[in-house]
């Protein structure tokens, strides 16, 4: 790292290559070309507060591959810690999500340049900045704040306020030297606490208002030229369900997904429990991860990964149990239609109401260098922001106009609850610890204990939307919206009262539901998700009677969950149970089980023999069926299924002769038609697609499919293509920065993965990779080091032990304050 300034004190160093700064990947515009004038709002008392928090002190041990061990004698320290280590591996997209939660978007990058957060926004900044603009001159977070039934308890805010502290301490002391943010006059030692906050809360939205935001920002009366009712589907079966799908932010050609297996003494060696868990998340920007080990000697003790931005632990494990996350099919929101009379007045069951017109003021970066303020606008009703979406069959028309109210919009939970689950001793107790928080936004929970126990959990903020309540609620456009997308459209003349959302006696707060109303189990066997609903969790288990709102009952299963599914089940068939080595296998098996179903009977080779394409069905023929590296012919496979058709609700025909059967859920659909021309025409497409690429049809797939984030080397990965194809190693090309004329260049999927072993008075058997490295500065030797043991198929020892730290220790510094 850069020579070190004022208070900091190194007990051990390395040489200057290895210390750099290490920060993160090019984002929305280039910062170098950032106006350095400081921003018009007064800064002094915001650096004011930033500099509070006298006496702070942590001791960071950073092990291999750049990991940092923080040790601290309390919260508000141990924060401190966190936010200086994170600064120090994500100082750009850190600073970046810093601009985002304080609408300073365009201010520094310019208002039509986009932001994309690799998930669910993907918006100008100036759409961006409005609504947060707004959030802001509501104060809903500083509201949130000062409530202490849905804000943050002592703890949290004495690890925030921590954690923004670190950050300033690093900034003060250390120059960025990566390009992405190097020299840019917003990467200054002012972060505040409110700063944070609003960064957190702007990722509890993630889905819900921020699927939203173009339509939020861009929502306008309708003129007096609309001609009425909007011409929309008046059927279920007229509705194109992936264009609306991928509309609601759940695009089933790129899914938001992971994958976890828990196993519990009845199916583990050990007799105890074990965890592999694998979040398929951006490899950069905003929702990727950095790894951490947090310590208060003889009181807390969690390591894991967080989120940029996150001082708290988001996925990881304790001596006594290990948890990982997926995301969950639950709505986080409801929308409400209202009956209008003109352009700004809704009706509601106490009388005619106004529409809300909101204006806020955004500094925006002009093509001459000059900041200046341009005034936009957006709606509310009393349920929430007005959205003009015909994309989600809900337009801002002359005789109704949308608005969603939003559940994760109403607290600020989150911190409290993922650091308490940190100290749970067990799966039980982590579940106690959720629901105590009810911070849970957006995923399910697999976790596994010591004693051998398992547990799958769906206790996320959901709005408390019985069935009955939506039969009686939903408007005819918003029981269309539950047909094809199980998102219920309620009727907002009644939304204050008969159509509320409920509230549940066990519930941390109104408008959500409870633990009694949320799927759960707790097992000795074993347990799975991979983002399919709650209701399958295990081949012997089915959780039934939850709110459609929640997800699907009795419904197909894609082929990841298949997949997932069978790492544990087969082995227990076959007479064996897993052991820490074979569990933690599966990670690497890289099985493609829609290949496997599609093989059986010679199904896959005859469907090929109808093209009369010789050499390629000889390849495809000879191919071993996995996404290995070394596999030849994935891509034929992977150009085949993603040509096959896609099937409209009302038509019973598919590529299937045997379709779903809810009594065998994981063995349905099967048998290829061979007969069905558009499975044949599929086939001769993706041929036609290989060999206009000038691939050869039995191409190594390592050789294809490469690491293609920012710096990456072209390293050769297995896995591939999830939901579809069957792979739990899954991997997509998604906005890629180098590498770009590869096949397959990879920037999002597997990401943190952890295979957590409990072994008796061994301890913890914790093994882990992060697919992308520590640090996003390219130049850094922990920016790669582990794509390259992902490539291998390795993993990480992680130094858990007071021992195995000392070990691995690569430096030690103290930070004071």
Not at 121 to 148: F, G, I, S, Y
Not at 156 to 173: D, H, I, P, Q, T
Not at 179 to 200: K, S
Not at 738 to 761: E, K, L
């Amino acid at each position: 790292m850069p020579p070190t300034r004022r208070r900091t004190r190194l007990v051990a160093t390395l040489t200057a290559a290895v210390l750099a700064p290490l920060a993160t990947v090019s984002l929305s515009g280039a910062a170098q070309q950032a106006p350095q004038q400081e921003p018009q709002q007064a800064r002094g008392q915001a650096a004011q507060q930033a500099r509070g928090g006298a006496g702070l002190r942590a001791e960071i041990t950073w092990t291999k591959h750049g990991i940092p061990h923080i040790e601290a004698r309390n919260v508000t320290s141990l924060g401190f810690g966190s936010g200086y280590a994170a600064t120090e591996m994500t100082a750009c997209t850190l600073f970046d999500t810093l601009v985002t939660g304080r609408g300073e978007r365009s201010r520094w990058f310019g208002p039509e340049a986009r932001y994309d957060d690799q998930v669910t926004l993907d918006a100008t900044n100036l759409q961006v900045d409005t609504l947060v603009t707004d959030l802001r001159d509501r104060k809903v977070v500083e509201t949130l704040l000062a409530d202490d039934e849905r804000g943050p308890g002592r703890e949290a805010r004495a690890l925030v306020k921590g954690y923004v502290a670190g950050v300033n301490e690093w900034v003060r002391e250390n120059d960025v030297r990566d390009a992405a943010c190097r020299g840019a006059a917003y990467v200054r030692p002012d972060v505040t606490t409110l700063d944070l906050w609003y960064g957190v809360y702007l990722a509890n939205l993630l889905a819900s208002t921020g699927v939203f935001v173009p339509q939020i920002a861009d929502a306008a009366p309708p003129g007096p030229g609309d001609p009425g009712l909007p011409s929309l589907p008046v059927r279920a079966a007229d509705v194109d369900r992936d264009a609306l799908l991928t509309a609601l932010g759940r695009d089933p050609e790129a899914p938001f997904g992971s994958n976890a297996t828990a196993a519990g003494s009845a199916a583990t060696s050990t007799g105890r429990g074990m965890l592999l868990g694998n979040p398929h998340f951006p490899w950069r920007g905003r929702y990727h991860f950095t790894q951490q080990h947090l310590t208060i000697p003889g009181r807390y003790d969690v390591a894991g990964a967080s989120l940029v931005g996150s001082p708290a632990v988001n996925i990881g494990f304790n001596k006594d149990v290990a948890w990982s996350h997926t995301v969950s099919t639950a709505y986080r929101f409801t929308p409400y239609e209202y009956l209008t009379l003109g352009p700004s007045t809704y009706l509601t069951d106490t009388g005619p109401q106004p529409i809300e017109r909101r204006e806020v003021e955004v500094e925006v970066l002009g093509e001459d260098g000059r900041v200046s303020t341009v005034t936009e606008d957006l709606y509310r009703t009393a349920e929430g922001y007005v959205v003009d979406s015909p994309d989600t069959l809900m337009p801002w028309g002359a005789a109704s106009v949308w608005a969603i109210r939003d559940a994760n919009a109403e607290h600020l939970r989150t911190i409290d609850t993922f650091f308490d689950m940190g100290r749970a001793a067990g799966v039980r107790d982590l579940l106690r610890r959720q629901d105590a928080g009810a911070g849970i936004p957006w995923v399910n929970t697999t976790a596994a204990d010591r004693d051998g126990r398992v547990l799958y959990a769906d206790h996320s903020v959901v709005p408390n939307v019985p069935d009955a309540l939506a039969q009686q609620c939903m408007t005819p456009v918003g029981r269309v919206l539950e047909q094809v997308a199980g998102l219920p459209g309620l009727d907002g003349t009644r939304a204050s009262s008969s159509c509320a959302w409920g509230s549940d006696a066990d519930a941390q707060r109104p408008g959500i539901f409870g633990p009694e109303n949320l799927p759960s189990v707790v097992r000795r066997d074993w347990v799975m998700n991979a983002n399919d609903s709650y209701w399958l969790p295990n081949d012997e288990v089915r959780l039934e009677g939850y709110a459609a709102i929640i997800g699907c009952e009795r419904c197909e299963r894609t082929m990841r969950t298949r997949v997932v599914s069978a790492y544990v089940a087969d082995r227990l068939a076959a007479g064996r149970k897993e052991t820490p080595r074979s569990f933690r296998g599966h990670q690497h098996e890289n099985r493609v089980m829609a290949a496997e179903v599609m093989r059986a009977d010679g199904a896959l080779d005859d469907v090929c023999a109808q093209t009369g394409e010789t050499e390629a069905c000889a390849a495809l023929s000879a191919w071993d069926g996995r996404s290995d590296k070394g596999s030849r012919g994935v891509h034929l496979f992977e150009e085949f299924v993603t040509r096959l058709p896609t099937v409209p609700l009302d038509l019973v025909e598919t590529v299937w002769r045997t379709p779903f059967d809810p009594e065998e859920p994981l063995s349905t659909p099967r048998d290829l038609d061979t007969d069905n021309p558009q499975v044949v025409e599929a086939m001769q497409a993706a041929i036609d697609a290989v060999r206009d690429a000038g691939i050869a049809f039995d191409a190594r797939w390592g050789s294809l499919q490469v690491a293609g984030d920012r710096g990456a080397r072209p390293y050769g990965l297995g896995g591939g293509t999830g939901d579809a194809l069957g792979n739990a190693n899954a991997l997509a090309s998604r906005d890629v920065v180098d590498n770009a004329d590869r096949y397959r260049p990879i920037t999002y999927g597997s990401s943190h993965i952890q295979a957590i072993s409990y072994r008796g008075r061994r301890g913890v058997d914790a093994r882990t990779i992060l697919t992308y490295g520590q640090s996003e500065d390219p130049r850094s030797p922990f920016s790669r080091d582990q794509t390259r043991l992902f490539s291998r198929e390795k993993w990480v020892r992680f130094a858990w032990t007071d021992a195995r730290i000392r070990k691995d220790r690569i430096r030690r510094q103290v930070i004071t304050r």
